[in-house]
């Protein structure tokens, strides 16, 4: 402890001192007289005041010597100035977590004599934890120099520091927009399951709930709620008789837990994943194709409608397109630098994909297929062997996959750690039938459940089998009025059609053309064509082949590929000075950014201008469309409207009567009605189905009635009255053979 770094640290808590009573100034005069009733608004503001005001005094004041000898070169004044700002501004953040969980840790796990004493006591840990983490990375990291380099590697060093700025804003857009939507949008469909399976790996170390999908998603999501005052899943039944739907909805709505506390924190660790992928595209971009065209790519994806409709739900479709990426642009760097440091980083990095979706394992093939390409391409090119180089190649291509096992194993042991043998037993019967077929892969596993060492093998290996059996058995389906039991064999390529922006498919068709119309440049070009070519074309044969139809979520593993691939047809357009590419350059931005920033918040709904004027319920349904976000806004309609006595049949994750407390079931298969009835745009179409097959009543009926309104594109509102009934009377196309139970004697009173 030097003396200047002591008068440092009491000069940093002066200003801490002053900063928080900045803080507090700038939010009571923003919530009493500026913004009334907007309390989390106010609190960002004050915040980035704070920020602002904590940088300017600590750089004159706190740190003088480091910050004005940083801008002691006129000439990069300005390129030292805002990295400075960015890096304090990451290191705040970062405080500002730590001061938070370290309050929630201390005050909920504090007992004894000093319970009563738990805020205090929390305040004064959480401000020290963060005091000294602000402190010691400002010091060493924040106003550190950089190393003396020549005139002309600044000067390229401060250009591409320019291109990373832009990267930061264009990335910001899309962060943004996700963080909104997080509290916007009620829970879908699969977080029911995922969320308190998170919480449980985390919490209890058992994984005896939703064995389907990997750990790393759900984990990550619910590291936040043990920092929260929640009631766990033992409570109920649900939990012992390993029923995971059950236990979500107990966890989440009939416990006295806040569903929307919840699902705010459990989706806030996702948005991790939409920066990581755009950072990796734009690097991966960048470094093969310059820095210009490293920012469109990353323009691309960041106004992406499937990213910005799925990156903050709890599920593993963006995860697993980073999965992907960082799979393929780890195993290029192995191919390129062949050294043992990149083989252990490409494996590691496939290991981690396979923790992100178990869709990832498709690396395993395409990593073996790149390697015989790369060796007849270098066969052709250095007149070698081809068995010679495969045989090199497939001995690191070996110890890559063993790494990545290690890792994933490594992972899956703390999880299942608690797992009890009989638990694991019953988790493997659940979810494998008692079919002959399976009985040597159930016996297999039983053997395994009996330590956590080998019982982490066996849940992968159940998890990978289960979603392999679900690819091949598929589920019922819709495209634009086509329907189908399993699947519809043209379903992803016409989904892509109609669901990507309109821009995208201009310029991946010109790419197309482009490049078949003009002679390969490079080897490194014809190379990157494979390399990209390879796994976009696999995932789509095995999405096309088999029959899991649900949305074009699925396909976003394929979507950085595409970007770098218009990347690579693009880049001599982007980096051309004629001012015909400048023109082309801004009408693709303007064209791609403003129909997407106009679907906010309906990007699960977004569909292209082919599809103007078709109304969106009869192109597609399910998570390309309706997956149950659209609760809440619903809730507020009905709230506007004075709307009482809602029928609800509600596709999601949600629960009705939480967020309108006087609603009641509804289901097709009750037949026409009178009143108030809201209808999810899921149930609608596939009521059709299964009406048929089960000779009941579907909901045809309403296709010619216009709905009051339609909520979010996803959820039909009707007012049906006798009138209406007289005007369209209601027909089964079929012959009904049965109806389902009324829910109530109350729901029953308007049931024709």
Not at 435 to 457: Q, Y
Not at 710 to 725: A, D, K, R, V
Request: with cysteine; net charge positive.
């Amino acid at each position: 402890m030097k003396s200047k770094n002591i008068v440092q640290f009491l000069k940093f808590v002066a200003v801490g001192i002053l900063n928080t009573l900045v803080d507090w100034a700038v939010f009571y005069l923003l919530i009493f007289y500026i913004i009334p009733g907007q309390p989390l608004m106010a609190k960002a503001i004050s915040f980035a005041v704070a920020v602002v005001n904590s940088f300017i005094l600590n750089s004159i004041w706190t740190f003088r010597d480091e910050f004005y000898g940083g801008l002691s070169d006129k000439n990069i004044k300005f390129y030292r100035l805002t990295n400075y700002f960015i890096r304090f501004i990451l290191v705040s953040l970062v405080g500002f977590a730590i001061n938070y969980l370290t309050f929630r840790y201390v005050i909920l796990n504090l007992g004894g004599s000093l319970a009563d004493h738990s805020n205090i006591i929390g305040l004064v840990a959480a401000s020290g934890a963060a005091l000294v983490w602000n402190f010691i990375i400002n010091k060493l990291w924040t106003y550190k120099k950089d190393a003396v380099v020549s005139q002309d590697e600044m000067e390229k060093k401060i250009k591409r520091f320019k291109f990373d700025l832009a990267a930061v804003g264009i990335l910001a857009i899309t962060l943004v927009i996700s963080f909104l939507l997080i509290s916007r949008d009620s829970a879908i469909v699969d977080e029911t399951a995922h969320i308190p399976a998170g919480y449980s790996y985390v919490a209890y170390h058992d994984y005896r709930l939703n064995p389907e999908h990997p750990p790393l998603v759900k984990f990550l999501a619910g590291v936040p709620l043990q920092f929260l005052d929640i009631k766990g899943l033992t409570l109920d039944s649900s939990w012992n008789d390993i029923r995971q739907w059950d236990a979500g909805w107990y966890f989440m709505f009939h416990s006295g837990n806040n569903p929307d506390q919840i699902l705010f924190w459990a989706r806030l660790p996702m948005l991790l994943f939409i920066l990581l992928l755009g950072v990796l595209l734009y690097k991966w971009a960048s470094e093969e194709f310059g820095n210009k065209t490293g920012l469109f790519v990353l323009f691309l994806f960041a106004f992406t409608p499937d990213v910005l409709a799925h990156g903050h739900f709890v599920t593993t479709d963006v995860p697993a397109a980073f999965g992907f990426t960082l799979g393929m642009y780890t195993f290029s760097k192995f191919l390129d630098k062949k050294n043992l440091k990149y083989l252990i980083i490409a494996g590691v990095c496939l290991g981690i994909a396979g923790l992100l979706k178990f869709s990832t394992f498709l690396l395993y093939p395409i990593f073996f297929l790149l390697i015989i390409i790369k060796s007849i391409i270098e066969k052709k090119e250095q007149k070698v062997k081809f068995w010679l180089t495969f045989w090199d190649y497939f001995k690191s291509l070996f110890w890559i996959w063993l790494i990545s096992f290690a890792v994933i194993w490594l992972v899956y042991v703390p999880m299942v750690w608690n797992t009890s043998v009989d638990v694991e037993k019953s988790v493997i019967l659940n979810n494998l039938t008692a079919d002959p077929r399976t009985e040597i892969l159930r016996n297999f596993l039983g053997h395994l459940s009996g330590n956590p060492l080998t019982r982490a093998v066996g849940h992968y290996l159940l998890g990978l089998m289960l979603v392999f059996g679900r690819v091949a058995g598929g589920n019922s389906t819709f495209i634009i009025g086509h329907f189908a039991d399993k699947a519809i064999a043209w379903f992803f390529p016409l989904a892509f059609l109609i669901k990507t922006p309109a821009t995208i498919l201009i310029l991946f068709f010109f790419s197309i053309i482009y490049l078949i119309s003009k002679k390969v440049d490079s080897k490194r070009e014809a190379w990157l064509l494979w390399f990209l070519g390879i796994p976009f074309i696999v995932y789509w044969a095995v999405s096309v082949k088999g029959s899991l139809n649900i949305g074009t979520r699925h396909l976003l593993p394929t979507i950085p590929f595409l970007y770098l691939f218009i990347g690579l047809a693009m880049r001599k357009i982007i980096d051309s000075k004629k001012l015909i590419a400048n023109i082309a350059i801004i009408i693709i931005v303007v064209t791609l950014a403003v129909p997407v920033l106009a679907a906010y918040p309906n990007y699960i709904s977004y569909f292209n201008i082919f599809t103007f004027g078709q109304p969106k319920y009869t192109l597609m349904v399910d998570s390309s469309l309706d997956w149950g976000q659209d609760l809440k806004r619903l809730a507020r309609y009905v709230d506007q409207n004075n709307i009482m006595g809602l029928k609800l049949d509600y596709f999601g994750g949600s629960l009705p009567n939480h967020y309108i407390p006087d609603s009641t079931g509804w289901r097709s298969g009750y037949g026409p009605t009178t009143g108030w009835l809201a209808v999810s745009a899921t149930f609608y179409q596939m009521s059709k189905l299964h009406g048929r097959e089960e000779g009941k009543w579907s909901y045809s009926w309403l296709d010619n009635i216009t709905p009051e309104a339609n909520i979010g594109n996803s959820i039909l509102l009707y007012h049906i009255t006798p009138q209406t009934l007289i005007d369209h009377p209601p027909t089964s196309p079929y012959p009904i053979t049965g109806y389902d139970m009324m829910p109530s004697a109350s729901a029953n009173n308007n049931q024709l």
